[in-house]
């Protein structure tokens, strides 16, 4: 009973948010209707509130590596990544309940359901057992199936929602299917195990096509995930019908859990422990693979730029962009090495600053005008300057200038992928850098034209609340782009995956 | 290896063989007579009224739904039940935890009305 | 008769599967079809866990089993609800956000 308690005592933020997540349901269904959206979505916040706390606690005195259940694993990493992800929990609620996309009654479930979707974050950041890793996948993404199509009676929501589900559900049934060929090759779900185990099987020599086959379903579901090529096609739709808040918790949250859990289970799997050595074999399939990350990076980036130039909703336009940026991300995973690896963290909180940003002033944006088109972005600069202002930030982070964090972020991959020896891929993430100078500087461009017609919208000034959270994000962006060194410094700590 | 189902194989050729050589027979040789007596409910059953294919209500769906997904949740119940011995407190603690929260599914199901079948 | 037997005629189910999937002729049969993956992923799990050792195999597929009703219950609600704003359960008509 003390060692359950012990054990238990580990996972504090998980039992805090499922606890908060059960009660914000019992919320919802005994408050008065009417008000019970305002009252749940109070109460979700005083939930990932109470989790950053226990997460915070848990911080000082991770050790290493702390086992829980057998089945968990408790770490820097971990915690970077939930801590992540309940960032951006808070970020989505706090867009939901200023969001007039999402105001009208009856989102007290909403709340719930995001919930949810976090604590499948929450497990998909911090196991190495396939089993777990299935189920933390499978809570995040039929949570997000629901939370796609929230928006009742909406045919663009519906069709998002369905399309999502088409796709993931298949996605993630051929993961499952290569977690199979995984755990019948080695007698073990854990991949712990597993990554021994492989080695052994490497030393014998029996050729790579089985593992090959079994490691190629796997990445199929961390790529959808991810939304890498070939598996992005349904990122543009969902994204776009996807009510905002959605939208803002897919690129973000969602995309950070699913690189959590592919960067472990490259690491734990497939990358020999370079000071033990492993079979010849072994270190051959670790490089394949990481070549092949490669291609798959420069493909992603190539085809979600292109992509975005021609388009005209900023939603599916920043559809694209995220699509891009995973594969920015991927050059990272590429390296298969510690620096490439703390690269992507880096990266990735980067990107939250910045995302969040972008999406927020996109729903602001729908707010005033109940549209997303970038041609009638026009005279936004004029009309609310502050909001312009921060959407300059974002802009220029994502494409990857000075003096913003993005340009820090971008730095760092492109040096790991350069020393591992992908100078091609740098040379066309380069290359794909320029072209997105195009699409975001369209909107900027958007913004500060002066509108023929002046008087087409109303000016409606951002409310203070959502103003300040703007700014926290655009201060945020350009802060980690002068001052990373202890943003720099806490990444490099928290992977603690290869050393 | 696959061979040993050669025997398995021949029995399903076989029965596929009698049954489509029965329907031919009897669609060859036989006089279809039919009358209004052939066409009655024989001994038992209702007259028949409409068609087969009349829609469900909604709400069926939804009921159908929700049996199905407390159903299979009720599988996770089975390897405790037969190991309950073995895994002590901590297992009904566990089981505890898991019951709590379908009990809160429940409830969510309950007062939403969903369960409510004539409305 | 071993363990290939059962890795066939998964791996039958499985590109049985797939290619209701890709077919997308009708919702329902790509639901069908990703029940399809996910037994074969089951048959796996059942088979490997009796010829190479551990119950882990079972214990997954149990979940595996759960989370496909639940995926399926979710899936379901998400097609009746496109059904009642397209009138139609062809995965290709509703396309309102193409370029």
Redesign the interface.
Known sequence: MNLLREELSWITPELCLTLFACVALLVDLFVQKGRESVMVGFFSLMGLLATAFFLYRQYGVTPPAQPVFGCMVVDPFSTLFKLFAVGALAFVVLFTMLSRQTRPDGYGEFYFILLCAGLGAFFLASTYNLLLMYLGLELLSIASYILAGYAKGNRRSGEAAMKYVIFGAVASGVMLYGFTLLYGMTGSIDLTVIGPKLRDQFALDHGTIPISVATGLCLAGFAYKISAAPFHFWTPDVYEGAPTPVTTFLAVASKGAGFAALLRFLQAGFIPDRTLGGPEAMMGYSDKLGTLVAVLAALTMTLGNLAALGQTNLKRMLAYSSIAHAGYVLMGVATMNREGFSSVLFYLVVYYFMNLGAFGVVMYYANTTGDEQIDDLKGLGWRSPLVAITMVAFLVALVGLPPTAGFIGKWFLFTAAVKKGFLWLAVVAGINSAISLFYYFRVARAMWLRPEEEAKYATVHASPAFAALLLVLAVGTVWFGVGFDSLLRYCDYSQNLLR | ??S??APLLLLLALAAAFVVGNLVISEVLGRPKPGVGKKTVYECGMPIRGTARARFS?HY?LLA?LF??FD??A??LL?WAAHAEELG??GL?AMGGFA??LV?GL??VM??KALEWDR | MGLAGYLIVAAILFALGIACTVARKNVIYVLMGIELILNAANLNLVAFSRFVGGLDGQIFAIFSIILAAAEAAVALAIVLNVFGLFDSIRPDDPDLMKE
Do not use: Q
Request: overall charge positive.
């Open positions: 290896m696959l040993d189902y909604v769906y739904l199905i997904l299979v949740e599988a996770f390897p407190k901590a603690v709590v929260v809160v409830l969510y007062r939403k």
